[in-house]
């Protein structure tokens, strides 16, 4: 081994619990940590400078938008830095790192040191008979992946995964060239992220993405933050909650854990406050609702509402917005007189008064924006606690004024953007005409496969070939063992990515890595640099250009990589200019704006806008695209979520130092773990009644009704943690072990990853 990896030195940071405001020094201090530990910290602390610039490239974090007010553009976050930090590393896994290791021997590291290894410099092809990857030129690459899928007997055998962070230009190609190649598998991050989101948006208000912008947070009365983490996840949004703190806005927080980040936060823009002060207290009220609980508390604030409601006719409820713009109200109002308290505390672990609290601010505040992320989302009654989410914002007319709205906060830095330029198993009709008018072939229309449906595809043989554009399939997906499994049943499996991960160690009986550029670097075509765009959480679409010279000499971009598969792949490249594309991407924006005329027309001029253009929301003016023209409420009644005597709800969340599957470090800052990743979140009660102690390993088996069988994780020791009776929390992706890939939420099919039923023993033998 060369060097040491970064986990050999030490985050000085204090012993749990942490005791100062999130954000502030500490985050300061472990942004120089990690800056430090890296390599090339010069040239990384340089490139620092260019995030969210208006010249450079977009942070590939988390899909939080920038702000338009020109004071505030040079904003970063912590973790914003590390991952680019860690983007450009001056470590590298060239070919003599894998001539010295073979993949029997990788797959018994961590995530965290797959990550630490540095970036990926040559295309590597996997030799069963040495179990080594070796060098490959991209040539032949592109030639064997042309040529195992032209074997295919149906281009439905073959699964093209997108992660999120693919930039637009790469994303339309990629599922351009799928469909032309003749299917719509396309299973991306988003089927194990907002789905449940999306499904619920746009039965209800006809489109399924999030209607605020981020002004909307300078106006709202109160915001309602739902299951969501954004100390960790989304750090720029803390900026936003302070302000609206600050102006006196409420902060309503819904979350089982007690999240230090939500609790009070230090912006590491204010020294002076971060060194004198306490923080900005964050969260106004704070509700530790039970794991799975939310629909029993939206169902509980609805009540009180129509209660408020009946007991002062007229005063409460909108109802000329009611009338003019919803349909289903008496249904669902009907539902909610029926639901008894008695149901809406066992199940939501919420008391009548605190949820009467909760209540009256949203009664109180004339505009309420209500957040929320994977808390929400991952759950089998996914779907239909947003949709509550919804009915809950509709009451008021919350959506479609200023200050006002829906706010899906997005994960991967372009999830949203990869979903409008076609990225979808399940394409609309309109959009697979535009294909055929633009591009003058027939796509396939039958539906293609989501994430779980692509593992079951590989499992039971009928998909052969897995293309991963970004992510880490093997690791993000449920069920590891399953589908570690079913991958290596594939006949060929490809990765583009920066850096290594588990899924490359997984290979079929043919494999390939095939090393991209990351958004941090220059990516020179034969017309010059080129710029890639992007869309945010909130609509808004912008372009991005790396500064930094690349990783490798030998580094393709994604458009590229694309390109030179669809030319392998396709006789005569289906009739489509590959070359072309990739050595001008104005000419693919052009393609752009001709399938999608009503959101990107003169799309090579509007990038030119500093700062973006929106692409806007129609439920944001109240045009509604439902099935009735009309928002529409929905009444579901209160699920029954008890388990069985001595299971705990397990969630599975993310650290502090981590973007999803990749590990950066070993601590959990805000929570106060350090030095391992390897723990599990317990009420000291459940603690006790286990006769478990602090500190104490233990294995967590769970139990899925769904399969009847038990999966069990093992070393894992024991926090006693602010957390409800009968919740417990773990890490993501240690516990995806005993996610059962057919625990999926009702109607968006997303692994249900926070809702986990398990028990907890002392550890087998020890
Ligand atoms: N630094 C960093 N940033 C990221 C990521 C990252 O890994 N690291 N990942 C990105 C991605 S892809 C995504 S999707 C987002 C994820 O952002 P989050 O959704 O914030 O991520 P999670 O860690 O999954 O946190 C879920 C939160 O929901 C709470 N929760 C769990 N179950 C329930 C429940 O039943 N009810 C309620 N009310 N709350 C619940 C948990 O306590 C936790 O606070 O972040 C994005 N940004
Ligand atoms: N149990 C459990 N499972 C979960 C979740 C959970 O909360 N709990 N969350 C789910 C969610 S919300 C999501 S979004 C998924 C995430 O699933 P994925 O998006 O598949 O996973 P990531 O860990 O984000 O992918 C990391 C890899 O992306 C590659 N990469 C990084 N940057 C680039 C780039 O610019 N280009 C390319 N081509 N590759 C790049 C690197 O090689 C890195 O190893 O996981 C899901 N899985
Ligand atoms: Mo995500």
Redesign the pocket.
Known sequence: MSEPTPDAAHDPVPPAPYPAPAGGLGALRSTAVHVLKNRGAVRNVLSLFRVNQPDGFDCP??AWPEPKDPSRVAEYCE?GVKAVTFETTAKRVAPDFFARHTVGWLRGQTHHWLENQGRLTQPMRYNRATDRYEAVSWDDAFALIGRKLRELDHPDRALFYTS?RTSNEAAFLYQLFARRFGTNNLPD?SNM?HESSGCALTEAIGVGKGTVTLEDFDHADAIFV?????G???PRMLTELERAAERGAKVVT????R?PGLVRFTHPKHPFRMVFGKGTAISTHYYQ?L????LAALTGMCKHVLEAEAADPGKILDRPFIAAHTDGFETFADEIRRADWATIEAQSGLTRDQLREAAEVYMKADRVIACW????TQ?KHAVATIRYVVNLLLLRGNIGKPGAGACPVR??SNVQGDRTMGIIERPAAAFLGSLKQVFGFDPPHHHGHDVVGAINAMADGSARVFVGMGGNFAAATPDTEMTEAALARCALTVHVSTKLNRSHLIPGADALILPCLGRSEVDAQATGPQRVTVEDSMSMVHASAGKNPPASAHLKSEVAIVCGMAKAALPAGGGIDWAAFAADYRLIRDKIADTLPHLFADFNRKIETPGGFYLGNPARDRTWNTATGKARFTAHPVPDMSLPPGQLRL?T??SHD???TTVYDVHDRYRGVHGTRMVVFLHPADVAARGLAEGQEVDLHSHTPEDGLTRTARGFRVVPYDIPRGCA?AYFPETNVLVSKDSIARGSRTPVS?FIPVTVTAAAGG
């Open positions: 974090g988390c973790n999120g991050c992220c739902i299951g969501q983490n954004p960790t996840n989304h819904f979350n089982p854990l999240e609702v794991i799975g609980g939310d992320a994977m808390g929400l759950h994960g991967h969630m969340i993310r981590q973007f999803n929390a926070k």
